[in-house]
């Protein structure tokens, strides 16, 4: 029997994976193969920049995977691979041959959270249960409370939702609370800009998520859980809700779990779309019903969580991470990592890059390995500058530290932040004080309003860059920065608040000199700040006039095979003719 | 029994009960910290931030508020780095605080006079009450009302709707009614204090600090040269700009609070000034500056030409000068138009000669306009270099200006322009090109003069170099209005009353003040709810009558046209400004609303609400009025938005006046600034609710 399987995370969807999936079983449904091939759906394994991606898997089991598919070309892999049984190769992307970019892109990986993304039917829980899923949860329900928490402290996860404290120790300050009623909430309200590790988590494999907070739930005593998701992510949403389905009906779920006289509850609560909310006492509030807006800790949740009572709140990734720990042991996942940092960390790598994707790699691993071997380097030919890491909370990190270790404590000190895992790569296009304006835009307008130097601090930082990046700024404006970035992070109560600065203060640290060209000569180097550049047309221009059929504002003239010239004036300086011209006769000064 | 913690606060060492928050710890044991969000019948909320403190080994500032004490923890509350922290707080907030303390034109007003509050009074007819209220910091209000120079009305905001209400007219109008019905009618002395003020002086200066010293209940003596009070605008200040009986009553009034006057006193000459100091336990200087100024040409010693100061005296003592039928008035100030307006009336044809342009005349532009409508010439851009008598007659030499650079004073310096001389022909020529003041009163004192020779001294506190002497008015800055010289006397009282109650002199304590911005950045928003309303004419004497007789030109506006006028006033300022948590911080703490100035929140007012009127650009977020709604359970409230546009508003885009009632008024009482204020509050202080009074 052969086997199409489908990707169909968000990402291929995005990627045209729907219609992919119709060629298939249109194909199917019609050709005399209908009662031999089966038609499955997966998600993402990671290889965003090569989407959609249909897997064949022969009668024999051999497995070849093919990246790009288009309706087409699915035809053609129809007739040529599964009829005639000839692999179409020229479409096929091969993990297993050294010197691919599959494979380049996949070895260095070590896939824990991800382990099932990409592989099983996460609609299905029969195919979850076949790779061993719900193993762990028995495995532990058969342990001692205690000795779960034990396993997991002395595994050493840390929270995977950026701030990194130990998982272990946190069930452990849920389960000495006092209290009848207690709460496990699942933090999948992930919100940095271009970060999607957890949304491919739950699209890919919902089970893992759920096993692990019933986990948690058995080891802390609680009762109830919420799994706070952005509504944004419909398509996890749906799953999730599937999972919690066919997990209660076979009794993961719901009253005297597995015989072990432990009851648990799970409901999907969506969130409205506020970024704050992904911060746990804001989260909490949410959920109660309650304006998300952080409040002071301590009191912890693990103290005082959910409607009062005693909650332990992970994110998505970090209990995705505890069945592999409870079915391998706690030493098996020590074993991974730095001194401090175990484990593996899930990044979305995006930006200048040439394989963009959902990487999921051991601590330890550098920066540059990330960038440069799994990635592949820069996609456009120019050297590599920074990447931004933690998104709007982290910071920007130097290609010249690139051999900064996977390791929350090494990235802290960068002044960077682990984050959840959004990895922004910049080539020397970016500019720097733009890229600190762009993430404290964010940051300002995604303040809840609380705090004072939250919400006005940050706007008067952000019009400070606005005015250096328009050429308005003074050099004082860079103290000024700096004291209230301090202020910025001592007086607030939440990480949004605390962290909101960390994007101008690394650029500030790795990249002054830039700050002070914007301020001093009005330049900007990386050609992005429009008030302070000018495009002109080179005398090697041969008069295609392609840039006059792409200016928006006609401010391109010249006669057809002569020199054009661009009328200052009259320019918006959006860039389109500088991307249009096939001669490089177009540049930003 | 509570168990205790030991805590240490500012390097002292406490048992305070464990449970507390520091703030309250700290309270208890006598500390100050300032809060904004913490209510006390509320759990600890902390989004001001203004309660930071510090505490050894926490990573950030610690929010007082919300922070358990904890054995062993070593709290900073007054180290420089918390204070900075605290004003960093208060100056962000501040920032984006969309209001005014205090009306724009009680901040114009060098007296401070209480502008909105006595209009309010005078809308509703109640007059004397209207005096009274300017009279708590100006007893001038006859005087004043009809020859200052307006600074408020320049600054009036509704000069945006249409034109600045006449609030000078109206101290006038407030003050014809009380005298009308009696007045004035002075505020009672204060009870009696065993010290003596000596003052030199019994003009505007000298009188205004002897009605505030006799308010404190001191004795007051006052050393006058002249025979009558009343200073410069006694003297100086010609009768059909302000009648003598109105000076005279008002004066008369603050003198008969208990002052002594000895006049026809020259000090220097007839009593020494250390005579008068030992006499007293603090003196006041209020001399005035009345040295005319000489005109340095050839000539200027002829017949026929004599000072503008020795002119208007003359006429105020009831002299009628003889001077021809010509008169040339060098100058363009107050004293050049009152003596060109005189000679107009004594029945001379009058040219005034000035060096400068109209538009750089230091003149109030009202009097200039008046010089003209009684057919005053203007010989504008000319200066006179020579004169001759002959025969009785003048001649002047005049040479014609262009304007060249600016000077240190802002105006474009007169340059001559070569071969323009001309002739002018007079009678009569007065000098009116600056008053100076007569240090004479110094000598053989250890006062130190400037080179001016007015003494050098505190221009806060007033305090001169020598312990319990004080100085103000003309005779401290050189010759100036009579509202700066009003001002300084109240000032100085203050200062005084300190002095002789033993605490240190810090003068007049000055508020922090909140401003929506200079009058064109107002946002228009502001004025949306108001529309135009005719603003109320001074009835005058026609021009032919003006000059023929020294009556006055204004005769004053009727009671429609004042009840009119007075109900014209916006309501600025805010009505919490003296019950404001928020003013009261960033007064404490030195506040500079400017430090972190950029965007502020938009305008925004809702007073559809009988109880209580939001106003949402004065908020600062600390969700107190949203917490006791939600307490009481009718949720009118909420923080709609995200971002630094986060508001405090009804929820689902309501009006305030479709929520409910309940708790509304709880939460104008509890809100620490005027972000939702009680709607009485408004009624009382303001003529007009913004946004309501169309």
Partial sequence: ?????????????????????????????????????????????????????????????????????????????????????????????????????????????????????????????????????????????????????????????RGRGGAGFSTGLKWQFAFDAPGEKKYVVCNADEGDPGAFMDRSTLEGDPHSVLEGMIICAYAVGAQKGYIYCRAEYPLAVHRLKIAIRQASARGFLGKNILGAGFDLALVVKEGAGAFVCGEETALMASIEGHRGMPRKRPPFPAQSGLFGCPTNINNVETYANIPWVITNGADKFAAIGTEKSKGSKVFALAGKIKRGGLVEVPMGITIGEIVEEIGGGSNTGRPLKAVQLGGPSGGCIPASMFDTKVDYDEVTRTGAIMGSGGMLVMDETTCMVDVARFFLQFTQTESCGKCTFCRIGTM??????????????????????????????????????????????????????????HIGQKKCRAGVCKALIKYRIKDNCNGCTACVKVCPTNAITGQRKQQHSITQDKCVKCGRCYLKCNFDAIVVE | MASTVKIRIDGRDFNVDAGLTVLKAAEKQGFRIPTLCSCKDLAPFS???????????????????????????????????????????????????????????????????????????????????????????????????????????????????DEAVSICYMKRFVSDMEIKAGGPFMPAPGSPTGKSVGIIGAGPAGLSAAYFLRLQGHDVTIYERQKDAGGMMKWGIPDYRLPPDILAKECGAIIGMGVEVKYGVNVGKDIMFDEISKKHDAVFLAIGAQKTSDMPIEGRTSRGVVSGVEFLDAIAKGGRPEVGDKVIVVGGGNTAMDAARCSVRLGAEVVIVYRRSEKEMPANAFEVEEAKHEGVKFELLSVPVKVREEGGRLYFTCLRMGLGAPDASGRRRPVPIDGSDFIIEADTCITAIGQQVDGSIADNT?????????????????????????????????????????????????????????????????????????????????????????????????????????????????????????????????????????????????????????????????????????????????????????????????????????????????????????????????????????????????????????
């Fill in chain 1, 1 to 157: 029997m052969h086997k199409v399987i489908v990707g169909l995370g968000s990402c291929g969807i995005a990627a045209g994976a729907r219609a992919v999936y119709e060629t298939f079983k249109a194909q199917i449904a019609g050709g005399e193969l209908a009662e031999k091939v089966k038609l499955e759906i997966t998600s993402c394994v990671g290889m965003c920049y090569c989407e959609p991606l249909v897997e064949v898997v022969d009668n024999d089991g051999r497995r070849t995977l093919y990246g790009r598919i288009d309706e087409k070309k699915a035809a053609r892999i129809y007739e040529e691979h599964v009829v005639r049984g000839r692999p179409a190769a020229d479409l096929v992307v091969d993990p297993s041959a050294a010197g691919s970019d599959a494979h380049a892109f996949l070895s260095r990986q070590k896939k824990i959270v991800l382990r099932n993304c990409g592989v099983i039917d996460p609609e299905s829980l029969d195919a979850y249960i076949a790779v061993g899923g719900y193993e762990a949860l028995r495995k532990a329900v058969a342990m001692d409370r205690k000795a779960v928490i034990e396993t997991v402290k002395r595994s050493g996860v």
């Fill in chain 1, 460 to 517: 008067r930082m952000l019009e400070i860059l606005n005015r250096i990046t328009e050429g308005r700024g003074a050099m004082a404006d860079l103290d000024a920065l700096e004291s209230l970035s301090s202020d910025i992070i001592k007086g607030s109560l939440c990480g949004l608040g605390q962290t909101a600065p960390n994007p101008v203060l690394t650029t500030l640290k790795y990249f002054r000199d830039e700050y002070v060209e």
């Fill in chain 2, 47 to 161: 989004s001001c931030f203004v309660c930071l403190v510090e505490v050894r080994g926490a990573k950030g500032f610690v929010p007082a508020c919300s922070t358990l004490v904890s054995d062993g923890m070593d709290i900073s509350i007054e180290s420089a780095v918390a204070r900075r922290a605290r004003k960093t707080a208060l100056e962000l907030l501040v920032s984006d605080h969309l209001g005014d303390c205090e009306a724009p034109c009680v901040s114009a007003c060098p007296s401070r006079v209480p502008i909105r509050d006595f209009l309010a009074l005078a809308a509703k007819g109640e007059y004397i009450k209207a005096a009274q209220k300017i009279r708590e910091t100006m007893p001038f209000p006859g005087s004043l009302g009809r020859v200052c120079p307006r600074f408020c009305e320049k600054e009036c905001r509704r000069t945006r709707v």
């Fill in chain 2, 446 to 694: 250890s006062l130190k003069l400037t080179k001016w020779g007015t003494p050098e001294y505190d221009i806060h506190t007033m305090q001169t170099c020598l312990p319990g002497v004080f100085v103000g008015g003309d005779g401290a800055t050189g010759a100036d209005v009579a509202v700066r010289a009003v001002d300084a006397g109240r000032r100085a009282a203050c200062s005084i009353g300190q002095f002789l109650r033993g605490e240190k002199v810090t003068g007049e304590a000055v508020k922090f003040n909140s401003s929506m911005g200079p009058l064109d950045k107002v946002p228009a928003e502001v004025f949306a709810g108001f529309l135009k309303q005719q603003v109320t004419r001074m009835p005058m004497l026609v021009a032919e009558k003006r000059t023929k007789t020294f009556e006055e030109v204004e005769t004053g506006f009727t009671v429609d046209g004042g009840g009119h006028e007075a109900k014209r006033c916006l309501g600025c300022g805010c009505v919490e400004a003296d019950d404001c948590k928020l003013r009261e911080y960033c007064t404490e703490y030195a506040v500079d609303q400017n430090r972190y100035a950029g965007k502020r929140r938009g305008y925004e007012n809702d007073s559809t609400h009988p109880i209580a009127v939001l106003e949402s650009g004065k908020c600062i977020n600390c969700g107190i009025c949203v917490r006791l709604l939600e307490e009481d359970g009718s949720h009118s409230l909420g923080f709609i938005g995200r971002g630094f546009d986060t508001r405090i508003k009804p929820p689902f885009e309501k009006l305030l006046s479709e929520t409910g009632t309940a708790g509304l008024s709880f939460a104008s009482d509890a809100c620490p600034t005027a972000g939702i204020a009680d709607r009485k509050k408004y009624e009382t202080k303001h003529v007009g609710i913004p946004g309501v009074s169309k």
